[in-house]
């Protein structure tokens, strides 16, 4: 009965090549290159020259000369300042004085043994530099060698003995058989192999949600002051009990 409702030799099959129908892509438009600019122009169609416009040339940035803006003295040439001889007043020249020994410096009584023949005199002096380079050792440099004690030289010593420590290896409590003791276990929970029985906490206080910014209360309004939808606040004055512009009543008391 199915082959019965198709005409000709025509059956549902697998198209051979993708249709482009069967995509909700925009399919190869946009793969196919453009005929109008200069970049990426198609080859099968011919480009026409393409023109830019270029603008006006910085005159400024090429010509780095200050022009005449600057007002040059005509008395300096190219070979310096075009001037006659001048001179001018110099201040004093301040020279250095140097301290020279006055006649008090001298001590002609000091030089008589330089002058006359005199005894030969000496004089103890501290000691020398060189005396502290040298580094020969004094008498408490040396050391006498010991003659107590098993380290004596030249010298017979007597037999020594020293008192050592116990010692773990070979004693009463050397443990031969390195099994573990009865501290060495931990008792079990008993709850591991029992039902375990139920267990409460107390937990903090719950507080229900809600706002915890200031509110203002009934001191913080002032209704007297609005006038958002009245023309102004009320005021009040006080003004005299009657006009000025009414007649009194007199009363005439016979």
Sequence with gaps: MTEEVWMGTWRPHRPRGPIMALYSSPGPKYLIPPTTGFVKHTPTKLRAPAYSFRGAPMLLAENCSPGPRYNVNPKILRTGKDLGPAYSILGRYHSKTLLTPGPGDYFPEKSTKYVFDSAPSHSISARTKT???????????????????????????????????????????????????????????????????????????????????????????????????????????????????????VVDVE
């Design 131 to 249: 005396f502290r380079v040298d580094s020969t050792p004094g008498p408490a440099a040396y050391m006498l060698p010991m003659v107590m004690g098993p380290n004596t030289v030249g010298k017979v010593s007597q037999p020594s003995f020293s008192i050592k420590g116990r010692s773990k290896l070979g004693s009463f409590s050397d443990d031969l058989h390195k099994t573990p003791g009865p501290a060495a276990y931990h008792q079990t929970d008993v709850q591991v192999t029992k039902f375990k029985a139920p267990q409460y906490t107390m937990a903090a206080r719950v507080e229900p949600p809600g706002d915890k910014t200031l509110k203002p209360g009934p001191g913080a309004h002032s209704p007297e002051k609005v006038t958002l939808t009245k023309p102004c606040a009320p005021v009040v004055t006080f003004g005299i009990k009657h006009s000025d512009y009414m007649v009194p009543l």
